[in-house]
């Protein structure tokens, strides 16, 4: 069975900086795909970005991009320029296909404060 | 575009009685909705997937009798806790996908059940 660990379960960053989100899973599909979820106090689910397994490149978004190392099974989160409203937990997630459906299966999530 | 919606947003109610939530995706058809569950600060767990027109295929561990789900259409699916104890009080999220959704999902906001 796939599984994602998030090997941090808080970290804090001040506005404007850099942090950066650790992931790692382990699954022996090969083609698959990798998400980061933000989960503002709100608590409604919003995509921060998406990687394709067999894509070398690392997805970019604005102000997030992720280190994706498919031989190590890793997909880091980086935040660039640190915004008050970055403020969240973040969850990593990946995307494996059973039975024709698309299930994610989440990690245990990272809740990040961003400090004035 | 792509936008879910959950009703209600907040629910109490009496042990022993069913409650009802319903998942509705406003502005697409969507082949796949599936039903999570997150307990205060933990991740989500996928309880169900349910496609238009078919049985819901449980995850390990949920009680189907428990949890019905019926996805009637396209664009809503329905989640039932019968016989509703304090134990189930949680948040409970669904998400949908369309054909076109390049495997993502959209998340519902999400509805608070408390079971007095």
């Known amino acids: 069975a796939q599984t994602v660990t998030q090997s941090q379960p808080e970290m804090s960053v001040q506005e404007a900086e850099t942090v950066t989100l650790s992931c790692t899973y382990d699954?022996?599909?090969?083609?698959?795909?990798l998400f980061w979820y933000k989960q503002p106090p709100s608590r409604q689910m919003i995509l921060v970005i998406r990687?394709?397994?067999?894509?070398?490149q690392n997805a970019t978004e604005n102000r997030f991009s992720v280190n994706f190392q498919k031989a190590a099974k890793s997909f880091s989160l980086k935040i660039s320029d640190s915004q008050l409203g970055d403020t969240a937990m973040y969850f990593c997630?990946?995307?494996?296909?059973?039975?024709?459906?698309?299930?994610?299966?989440f990690g245990k999530g990272t809740k990040l404060t961003v400090n004035p | 575009g792509a936008v879910v919606s959950q009703h209600p947003s907040r629910v109490i109610c009496k042990s022993g009685t069913s409650v009802k939530i319903e998942c509705r995706s406003l502005?697409?058809?969507?082949?796949?909705m599936f039903w999570y569950r997150q307990f205060p600060k933990k991740s989500l767990m996928l309880m169900a997937t349910?496609?238009?027109?078919?049985?819901?295929?449980?995850e390990q561990g949920v009680e189907k009798d428990k949890f019905l789900i019926n996805h009637a259409s396209l664009t809503l699916s329905t989640l039932t806790v019968t016989s509703a104890h304090p134990e189930d009080s949680s948040f409970y999220i669904c998400?949908?996908?369309?054909?076109?959704?390049?495997?993502?999902?959209?998340f519902g906001p999400g509805t608070r059940l408390t079971v007095l």
């Open positions: 998400s949908a996908t369309e054909s076109s959704s390049y495997n993502e999902q959209f």
């Open positions: 699954t022996s599909e090969n083609n698959y795909y």
């Open positions: 990687q394709e397994a067999y894509k070398q």
């Open positions: 349910s496609n238009e027109g078919s049985k819901a295929t449980y």
């Open positions: 502005d697409f058809q969507a082949t796949t």
């Open positions: 997630a990946f995307m494996k296909t059973q039975g024709g459906s698309e299930k994610l299966v």
